[in-house]
């Protein structure tokens, strides 16, 4: 199918493509990526849920991410944002954007590769930090120096997202949209190695 009768190329048109695993795409990377944001973007464009997990266990607990932080610090949110993953990696067809310490913990690194295509959006501190200047619902930025900590978080996390994602893509709006065509299938996904109902 990807050759015409006359032997010319077919148009990209007719290429096949990338199936999404079990129809999710899992969007990782640091606080700034994008992950909201272009989440929604890329949910509207391939026709798929778009869950925030982040607001989601705001939902579900009644507060703030920061007020979690506050209360039962980091090591507590962590297990919340674990038990919340959990719940959301076992769905399909969904756009997933998640918070941006996620990787940190083994067990969520395992259900985003088991259950997803896993997006590393990438952006180096001072583009991350231009972003998120302004933003009171950072708790881990909260600093003195936010951008020194962006740089922190950049060198204790790259490696881990990078070891977790299928494919690593510059943040920029056009770079991420350009990316998508690849899995515009019209809802096909591989769960079990078949499409999905309309055939994509």
Not at 172 to 190: K, L, N
Request: hydrophobic share 40%; aromatic share 4%.
């Amino acid at each position: 199918m990807s050759v015409h009768p006359g032997g010319e190329p077919a148009s990209v048109h007719t290429v096949a493509p990338v199936l999404l695993h079990r129809g999710n795409l899992f969007l990782i990377g640091l606080p700034g990526a994008g992950k909201s944001t272009l989440g929604r973007q890329l949910a509207r464009r391939l026709a798929k849920r778009f869950v925030d997990a982040d607001h989601e266990l705001e939902q579900r607990l009644g507060v703030s991410i920061p007020t979690i932080f506050e209360i039962e610090g980091e090591a507590g949110f962590r297990d919340r944002e674990e038990a919340t993953l959990a719940e959301l990696a076992v769905q399909t067809d969904i756009v997933l954007s998640t918070g941006g310490g996620v990787v940190l913990r083994p067990a969520n690194r395992a259900r985003l590769k088991d259950n997803g295509t896993v997006v590393y959006l990438h952006a180096e501190p001072a583009t991350l930090y231009a972003r998120v200047r302004h933003s009171r619902n950072r708790p881990l930025l909260q600093t003195a120096d936010p951008l020194g900590r962006l740089a922190e978080l950049y060198a204790q996390r790259d490696a881990l997202y990078r070891e977790t994602a299928d494919h690593v893509v510059g943040s920029e709006r056009g770079e991420v949209m350009r990316f998508a065509r690849m899995f515009e299938t019209g809802g096909a996904h591989d769960g079990n190695g078949e499409p999905s109902d309309d055939g994509g």
